[in-house]
Every structure is written in structure tokens, then in C-alpha cells.
């Protein structure tokens, strides 16, 4: 008697070429279908899959690490090109795009309220940065926005106080209405300080 699992295993090893062109030829003709098939299991079953990668780099650890190595190494040309690519695509992404983390930074620590406020200031990298992005965005008008008086000494304001990415909390004033709005405001925040 033959066992039938080693009968099997034999027939693989004699027609190796055979059962993979064989196995070619299926996926060809059930590629959508199998495709389809293999998203929809990624889908339903992530950490399934997060936990099989896990064993097997636990598992093929120093084979992986090794491979990185040498591809590290014999494709150095290709990873500094495509680091100079991502940091362009990254830069195109926050020219138009707002930053949201690195703007709620500036807002949500407490040494950012009132007169301490880096940005009210003005002389920190992220309101310096912010101001440019909006100026790119917002066309300066003739006049002034508060009193309409026609200059070109016109800035670029805050309305909110709360320094949004947006440009419809900014506006441009001449210099005595941004001098007299800057008063109210540090009186205000002097007023608040105080309490
Ligand atoms: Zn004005």
C-alpha cells in the first residue's frame, strides 16, 4: 500500500514546474475574484494579520534584518531619491493643507493664554509661518478693513485671537487701527492677568 500523503508529496517534488505553472494559470484566470478576496479578508480580520507578521518577523528576525541591510546598502541612490520626493510631497501637503496638531499646540498649553501667548507676541517660528500662509491666500486690499481709509501700509490681523489657520479670522487694517485693536486687547489681557 502507497501512503497518500507521501504518494502526494512525491508527485509535488517530480512536477514542481508543473503544479506552479498550473497554479499560475488559476490565479490568471481568478485574479479579480482572488484580489477581491484577499482585501476583503485584510479588512475583516486586521489584527489577525498584525499578529501573524509579528510571529513571523519574531520568527525570520535576523533573515528580515539582514535583507534591510543589504538593501540598505546596494540601494542607497534609490532611498536618498525617494526621502527628496517625500519631503517635497510632504512640503506641497502643508502649503495647502492646515497642520491641525502643530497649531493645537500653540493653543491648548496654558503658558499660551494672555500676554504670554507666543504667538499675540509674534515672535515665534509657528506664528511667522502661519502669517505667511495666510498672506498667500488673503489679497491685500486697498483699504483698510476697520475705518477704510485708503494706504498701503496695511497689516494683517488677527481677528479672533485665537490665531486660526483660516483665512477668514484675519484681516487687514491700517497701522493706527492694528495699534489701537492691539491696545484694547492688552489692556484686556492686563485686566485678566490681574484678576
Ligand atoms: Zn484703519
Known amino acids: ?22 497554479k499560475k494559470r488559476y ?17 475583516l ?33 534609490r532611498i536618498k531619491e525617494r526621502g527628496k520626493e517625500y519631503a517635497l510631497k510632504i512640503r506641497k ?4 493643507f492646515e497642520p491641525k496638531n502643530k497649531i493645537k499646540q500653540v493653543h491648548s498649553t496654558s503658558k499660551n493664554i494672555g500676554l504670554n501667548n507666543g504667538m499675540w507676541k509674534g515672535d ?24 477704510n481709509v485708503r494706504t498701503n501700509l496695511l497689516d494683517l490681523a488677527n481677528i479672533s485671537q485665537e490665531y486660526k489657520r483660516e483665512v477668514i479670522d484675519w484681516e487687514y487694517l491700517c497701522r493706527r487701527c492694528h495699534m489701537n485693536k492691539d491696545g484694547r486687547i492688552n489692556k484686556l489681557l492686563v485686566g485678566l492677568n490681574k484678576q
Open 1 to 22: 500500500m502507497v501512503n497518500r500523503k507521501e504518494y502526494l508529496k512525491d508527485y509535488e517534488m517530480r512536477n514542481k514546474e508543473k503544479i506552479a505553472k498550473r
Open 27 to 43: 490565479y490568471e484566470l481568478n485574479k479579480g475574484r482572488l484580489l477581491q478576496q484577499k482585501k476583503e479578508y485584510r479588512r
Open 45 to 77: 480580520n486586521p489584527e489577525k494579520i498584525k499578529q501573524s507578521w509579528k510571529e513571523y518577523y519574531q520568527d525570520n528576525k535576523e533573515v528580515i534584518l539582514s535583507y534591510h541591510k543589504e538593501y540598505k546598502q546596494t540601494n542607497k541612490d
Open 93 to 96: 501637503r502643508d502649503d495647502f
Open 124 to 147: 515665534n517660528v509657528g506664528y511667522i509661518a502661519l502669517h505667511s500662509w495666510i498672506k498667500a491666500r488673503k489679497p491685500k486690499p486697498l483699504n483698510c478693513g476697520h475705518c
